[in-house]
């Protein structure tokens, strides 16, 4: 009797550490074939530039190729809901960003629970967003832009890169803050926007710094300040808003999220390779180039990002009453 009890605690214990030890070795031995990375926006934008530069770097470190997808469609959604959809197994992952977040709230029936149904892996980076002008208005800072826009109430022209993007919530929470009045100009895009700027049918944006620096240090627009909480090293020069608007802030973060229920051994050994390669001073340079600064750190820290922000974008969203075109 006691020799059968034996036996069948044996077996027991072996059916409960028998699976930790298959999980253990699948991640040891991670990544077998191409593992494949979703982007949810156009080839040339700034999440596909970072996604393939972060494909090369891992590449590299797992000793398979990253094989870069992009999903277009719905503000992202279209791209995210494949990852959704994937296997939980680290062959598919998402590169998530701060419309995940934004879209949250601004869908109402979304087939998906972004936070719910996307494992946090690894952030990247932040960047800032520039506040800029036509080069007609007679302005130089924010509080002259401030006064200007309440002198002119109506009168002020703000363009996005579409209703409900980053570009546009920034504004937006630069008018709640602010408390003046600008007409909303929503475009297919950033280029037309900026193209409508620089040509004075409106007159000030919030856009991501890689699609405009070059017009800024050429002359064609005038930049006022970036949107993060800290001064860009790439704009030096150029104060913050919140400097002159406390308590102001709007960055555009890009990291890498996973199925829900991926093996947590799987997705330690993607952070893992994803902190080494952004601590890697090349890797940090080029991602500097498009105005980022790197966001090392665990998947529960990246967790709280996006926890964060979703309910920041939230609350602008319902504020605003914005609703998707």
Not at 6 to 27: E, M, N, Q, S
Not at 302 to 317: D, Q, R
Request: with cysteine; charged share 20%.
């Amino acid at each position: 009797m006691k020799s059968s009890r034996r036996i069948f605690l044996h077996l027991t214990a072996g059916a409960v550490v028998l699976p930790a030890v298959l999980r253990i070795a699948r991640a040891e031995t991670y990544p077998t074939r191409p593992v494949h990375l979703i982007v949810a926006f156009a080839a040339g934008g700034t999440n596909d530039i970072v996604a393939r530069l972060l494909g090369q770097a891992l590449s590299e470190r797992l000793g398979q190729r990253l094989v870069i997808e992009n999903r277009t469609g719905a503000g992202s959604n279209i791209g995210t809901e494949v990852v959704v959809r994937a296997p939980p197994d680290g062959y598919t992952l998402l590169m998530a960003g701060t419309p995940n977040a934004i879209n949250a709230t601004l869908y109402d029936k979304l087939p998906f629970n972004f936070s719910r149904d996307i494992a946090p892996v690894a952030a990247i980076l932040s960047m800032p967003d520039v506040m800029e002008i036509n080069l007609s208005l007679p302005i130089k800072t924010v509080p002259e832009f401030i006064a200007y826009a309440r002198a002119n109430p109506g009168k002020v022209a703000m363009a996005s890169g579409g209703t409900g993007g980053a570009t546009h919530l920034a504004g937006e929470l630069f008018k709640a803050m602010t408390g003046i009045n600008m007409v909303h100009v929503p475009y297919r895009g950033e280029a037309p926007a900026l193209a409508d700027l620089m040509g004075g049918q409106v007159q000030v944006m919030f856009c991501v710094t890689p699609a405009t620096i070059e017009y800024i240090k050429t002359g064609k627009l005038r930049a006022l300040a970036v949107t993060t909480a800290a001064r860009s090293e790439v704009l030096p020069d150029l104060p913050t808003v919140g400097e002159f608007v406390p308590g102001y802030e709007a960055s555009a973060w890009l990291g890498v999220g996973a199925p829900a229920k991926t093996p947590v051994e799987i997705i330690d050994k993607l952070n893992r390779e994803i902190n080494a390669a952004l601590s890697d001073p090349q890797f940090k340079a080029r991602l500097a180039d498009l105005g980022g600064s790197v966001l090392p750190g665990s998947p529960a820290e990246f967790g709280k990002l996006i926890a964060n922000e979703t309910g920041k974008w939230g609350k602008v969203v319902r504020a605003a009453n914005i609703k998707p075109e």
